[in-house]
């Protein structure tokens, strides 16, 4: 016996009703992807007996088209009806900065209505965490410059109001993007609604500065995811040699988190992520130093 195909209410199959679907019935918005591309790098030390402090690092690309001709902002542009959004943004990643194979990790969607004053455009992020000493950047596609901007972030105030049902907490927060030609500066507002043990987020930009889009917002909260997942993967073992000093390291988890770690408490935190070796670092001005490299398995071990 032959089941019977199911219909809706006005009789037709499914593949009667894809047949005569109109979808000019809806507004169709815009898709977007933008990659927030962060790296830690070595900045300059006169004391040759320490280590090189680093900075945490993000790309961006000047625009060279409008809107927001000549303003800066993540690499990224819209999907084709015919591409995946991982496939639109690992293309947009290399037409406008020459890279390419990269991971790249899903974010974020954004949706807000007014984000693009050309139409109304949604987008996905994603983020990669790369060692750019191994990249070559070359701006293309509509994008004049590509650079690297060091980030820093920090808190101006906070408030606390109490409501009827629960909390709410605002906080503002000053973004700053830095390299040797440019300082971008935004500031960012967090709002945090707890009421009924339901819990809200809403992240709004008060002063974009020359950051495009509404990307200083996007930029934050990459931060901020950024900071979690070192806490609990593998993340920062993207930017390590081989075989490291755990002093290395440690630096590399500090200038992510953006505070120092106590030493002690740090290595007990790494230890299962790290295989030590018999060999030593040795350079001038230091003291010799064990070599340690990472260890694929501690997935498996915690």
């Known amino acids: 016996m032959t089941d019977k195909p199911l219909v809706n209410k006005r009789g037709q199959t499914e593949q009667e009703y894809l047949r005569t679907y109109d979808a000019s019935q809806f507004e169709r918005p815009s898709v977007t992807v933008d990659m927030l591309?962060?790296?830690?790098?070595?900045?300059?030390?006169?004391?040759?007996?320490?280590?090189?402090?680093?900075s945490l690092q993000i790309l961006l690309v000047k625009r060279g088209e409008h809107p927001f001709l000549g303003q800066w902002a993540l690499p990224g542009g819209f999907v084709s009806p015919r591409e995946s959004l991982e496939d639109a943004a690992k293309r947009e990643l290399f037409t406008e900065t020459n890279i390419?194979?990269?991971?790249?990790?899903?974010?974020?969607?954004?949706?807000?209505?007014?984000?693009?004053?050309?139409?109304?455009?949604?987008?996905?992020?994603?983020?990669?965490?790369?060692?750019?000493?191994?990249?070559?950047?070359?701006?293309?596609?509509?994008?004049?410059?590509?650079e690297w901007f060091r980030i820093e972030?920090?808190?101006?105030?906070?408030?606390?109001?109490?409501?009827e049902n629960g909390t709410v907490t605002e906080k503002w927060l000053e973004l700053r993007l830095v390299n040797a030609k440019e300082e971008l500066s935004a500031t960012?507002?967090?709002?945090?609604?707890i009421a009924n043990r339901i819990?809200?987020?809403?992240?709004?930009?008060?002063?974009?500065?020359?950051?495009?889009?509404?990307?200083?917002?996007?930029?934050?909260?990459?931060?901020?995811?950024?900071?979690?997942?070192?806490?609990?993967?593998?993340?920062a073992?993207?930017?390590?040699p081989e075989l490291f000093t755990l002093s290395e390291l440690q630096q590399v988890y500090e200038v992510i988190l953006g505070?120092?770690?106590?030493?002690?408490?740090?290595?007990?935190?790494?230890?299962?992520?790290?295989?030590?070796?018999?060999?030593?670092?040795?350079?001038?001005?230091?003291?010799p130093s064990k070599y340690y490299r990472f260890n694929p398995e501690w997935m498996e071990q915690s």
Do not use: C
């Open 259 to 287: 505070k120092e770690l106590l030493a002690a408490a740090f290595r007990r935190k790494v230890a299962d992520k790290v295989l030590e070796t018999n060999q030593y670092r040795k350079h001038a001005g230091h003291r």
């Open 153 to 163: 972030d920090k808190w101006l105030k906070e408030t606390k109001t109490a409501t």
């Open 199 to 235: 819990v809200q987020e809403k992240r709004e930009i008060v002063d974009a500065g020359n950051i495009a889009f509404d990307h200083a917002k996007l930029i934050q909260y990459a931060l901020e995811r950024l900071r979690g997942k070192i806490e609990y993967t593998d993340i």
């Open 100 to 146: 390419q194979n990269i991971y790249l990790e899903q974010l974020y969607t954004w949706g807000d209505v007014g984000r693009d004053p050309r139409m109304r455009v949604i987008s996905t992020s994603y983020m990669a965490l790369v060692d750019s000493s191994t990249l070559s950047l070359q701006a293309g596609d509509d994008a004049d410059e590509a």
């Open 237 to 240: 073992f993207a930017l390590m």
């Open 188 to 193: 960012i507002k967090i709002t945090k609604t």
């Open 37 to 54: 591309i962060f790296t830690v790098v070595d900045e300059q030390e006169e004391n040759y007996r320490k280590l090189s402090p680093k």
